[in-house]
């Protein structure tokens, strides 16, 4: 017999609806004809795929300000959103300035996030910034102590934690579907060549990438930070670490109970080996996050949802409907939030450090404990 039914699963779901459904709502004083007027910092490729999402699926929100260093993305973001008639910036300060805002959105490169969301927190505003939080502890530290005592909200561009199938199947695993979690096993494998890659701009792939993943795997040790791990990693090219991104690495992470996370983060494969992989097992079953699917232990496969695939923007348009839905009802923690965001990118950010010897400049595997980030944000 079916451990639980389609049915029956949309019902468990509907009880915590507020998880899985996205509508919107109105805070008192923010009338609901009233826009949520957004300002953009940024306006590079991944702006351009968030813009149109938003035009598509947030009807709410009227884009009022564009800002980027290089006048000619302005000119994109303002052509863009011509149906709000923005207006265009090189500074943000002045934007800032200038500019009645509920809600700034972030999408810089990663090494800039907290140069920007630091003084975006510090005027009070909501920002939404792309993920990671940043490429160094000492930034990520940074941008978490702001937002801590922000008169604003902080919310981090990872979109799983918006997209309802991973939302219900989280909620099966924390009501015990898996029993005791043992083992937790993801990768993303790629086609693509990130050899030009700047290690300096994004901090190499596994920052710059894998923080969707590290996020997905410490939701579901809700939110625990994991002790240590381990890694290795290699460029296909002669390249030094600090110059351009590893082309593959292999990762594995331990948390509290002698839980393990393997993770592999590959490039430069044939394209029919294109995939993400996001799988958790208990002792009662396992699932599979992008099939949408539970095998029990009797080997019985339940499906809770249509298969997602390889799902790298699966949740945006979600995670942009909750940041505007957020600032309407005056919530000040979003499910992808400063707490969460942290534990992700410091994840990336450890399993980098240990493949990589700095001191050497060397592609080196070592074992970095969580207390080796030297992190100051530890509750």
């Known amino acids: 017999m079916s451990l639980f039914s389609r049915r029956e699963f949309i019902r468990k779901s509907a009880a915590g609806a507020s998880a899985v459904a996205l509508t919107s709502g109105v805070a008192r004083g923010f009338p609901a004809n009233e826009k949520v007027h957004l300002g953009w910092i940024g306006y590079g490729g991944r702006a351009t795929g968030l813009m149109q999402h938003m035009l598509e699926r947030c009807p709410d929100a009227a884009h009022v300000a564009i800002c980027d260093l290089k006048p000619d993305r302005v000119e994109a973001g303002l052509k863009a959103a011509e149906r709000d008639k923005p207006r265009g910036y090189t500074d943000f300060r002045k934007m800032m300035e200038k500019e009645k805002l509920d809600g700034i959105l972030v999408v810089t490169a990663p090494c800039d996030h907290a140069d920007v969301v630091v003084p975006v927190l510090e005027a009070g505003f909501n920002c939404f910034a792309?993920?990671?939080?940043?490429?160094?502890?000492e930034k990520c530290d940074a941008i978490t102590k702001a937002a801590r005592k922000a008169k604003g909200f902080y919310q981090i561009g990872t979109q799983r934690r918006s997209h309802p199938t991973y939302q219900a199947a989280m909620k099966f695993i924390h009501d015990g579907l898996l029993g005791k979690v043992s083992f937790m096993q993801g990768g993303w494998h790629w086609s693509g060549d990130p050899s030009a890659a700047p290690v300096p701009r994004d901090g190499g792939r596994l920052i710059e990438q894998a923080s969707h993943h590290m996020d997905v795997m410490a939701w579901v040790m809700k939110d625990v930070a994991p002790l240590s791990c381990v890694s290795m990693a290699r460029a296909d090219e002669d390249t030094k670490p600090n110059e351009f991104s590893e082309t593959k690495s292999a990762t594995v992470f331990q948390f509290p109970g002698n839980v393990l996370f393997s993770y592999t983060h590959l490039f430069r494969l044939p394209g029919k080996f294109d995939k993400e992989i996001l799988l958790a097992f208990g002792d009662k079953g396992a699932i599979d996050f992008n099939e949408a699917l539970?095998?029990?232990?009797?080997?019985?496969?339940?499906?809770?949802?249509?298969?997602?695939?390889?799902?790298?923007?699966?949740?945006?348009?979600?995670?942009?409907?909750?940041?505007?839905?957020?600032?309407?009802?005056?919530?000040?923690?979003?499910?992808?939030?400063?707490?969460?965001?942290?534990?992700?990118?410091l994840m990336c950010i450890m399993g980098r450090m240990a493949h990589v010897n700095a001191v050497k400049n060397a592609y080196e595997p070592a074992v970095v404990k969580w207390k080796d980030l030297g992190t100051t944000t530890d509750l």
């Open 130 to 137: 792309e993920k990671p939080m940043d490429i160094t502890v």
């Open 294 to 345: 539970y095998t029990g232990r009797d080997e019985k496969e339940h499906r809770f949802g249509p298969p997602i695939g390889k799902a790298w923007d699966q949740g945006t348009p979600e995670s942009l409907i909750h940041f505007v839905d957020n600032i309407k009802k005056g919530n000040k923690t979003p499910w992808a939030n400063v707490e969460t965001g942290r534990i992700c990118s």
